[in-house]
């Protein structure tokens, strides 16, 4: 089978809608000839990427691999054929949240003095990658630790920890707050791109009760509504300010890892400047 672009544009569609149907109808094609073209590719692959032994259609490891790979060809794909790419070629970096923290604003601006011709994009993108394994970025500032296959990690820095609660929280009179101190309280916990999982506590000393939220802002605001506490980095108190919170450190919980983060194989050609500069930066920042 030769493999054309239509047919990776089929399959995502597949993947994105989580049914055959559904996906043939946005695409207007037939479920007989979408099905054809999913089998031919798994024939192509030797692998299967679909299970169809559940009623809902579910992607296996396979076929999540393909997915986002194949997100990033046709992203790039994308980004080749648009005609405003011939007079500028912007660089993307995407983020979950905080950015480069307070090294976010010296970078922006040594950027733009030391690379006019190249437009640098920051872009928060509420996904685990931010973005960069779909292609919708070329580089990606992240936390905690990275596992996404088909990416290469750069240590920047590492942030330390601490609490977020409501101005009015008993915990606020205490200059340092301990992980036993929390598990008195329900614990908001950003599932999509944050740091803090309960495995940070022992099993028999876990908190009351948590509250998912999938990015930042639902996060915060939870914080701020009395609902729960939470546990961030010092990137958020100067990045994500609310007049109804306040920030202490976290005395019993080991740092963040902020990593640099780009996809193997060829990308962007400035996203090794923007790896040395974001390094300069920071030991600057540092001194």
């Known amino acids: 089978m030769t493999i054309e672009l239509r047919h990776l544009r089929a399959f995502l569609a597949i993947a994105e809608e989580g049914n055959i149907t559904r996906a043939a109808a946005r695409l207007h094609l037939g479920q007989p000839a979408l099905s054809r073209t999913l089998r031919r590719l798994e024939e192509h692959l030797g692998s299967r990427l679909v299970d169809r032994s559940t009623h809902h259609l579910e992607l296996t490891p396979a076929g999540r691999t393909f997915r986002d790979k194949t997100a990033a060809a046709l992203a790039a794909v994308d980004a080749a054929l648009d005609p405003r790419g011939l007079t500028s070629w912007p660089l993307r970096i995407g983020h979950t949240w905080?950015?480069?923290?307070?090294?976010?604003?010296?970078?922006?601006r040594r950027w733009?003095?030391?690379?006019?011709?190249?437009?640098?994009?920051?872009?928060?993108?509420?996904?685990?990658?931010?973005?960069l394994t779909q292609g919708r970025v070329d580089a990606a500032v992240l936390r905690g630790a990275v596992t996404a296959p088909g990416l290469v990690t750069e240590l920047l820095?590492?942030?330390e920890r601490v609490v977020?609660?409501?101005?009015?929280?008993?915990?606020?009179?205490?200059s340092r707050v301990t992980l036993a101190d929390l598990a008195r309280h329900p614990v908001a916990l950003n599932t999509v791109s944050g740091t803090t999982t309960l495995d940070m506590w022992p099993p028999t000393a876990r908190p009351v009760g948590t509250i998912e939220v999938s990015n930042t802002d639902e996060w915060l605001v939870a914080i701020a509504a009395g609902r729960a506490v939470g546990i961030s980095t010092t990137a958020t108190p100067r990045n994500h300010t609310h007049p109804s919170v306040v920030h202490r450190p976290l005395a019993d919980a080991p740092p963040v890892p902020v990593v640099f983060a780009r996809r193997e194989g060829p990308g962007h050609p400035a996203v090794p400047d923007l790896l040395a500069l974001a390094r300069e930066v920071v030991a600057a920042g540092e001194d």
Do not use: K, Q
């Open 98 to 108: 905080a950015a480069f923290g307070d090294h976010t604003v010296p970078l922006l």
């Open 112 to 131: 733009d003095e030391t690379h006019p011709d190249v437009p640098l994009e920051l872009r928060r993108v509420d996904e685990r990658t931010a973005g």
């Open 157 to 159: 820095l590492w942030e």
């Open 164 to 174: 977020v609660m409501p101005s009015d929280s008993p915990l606020a009179g205490l």
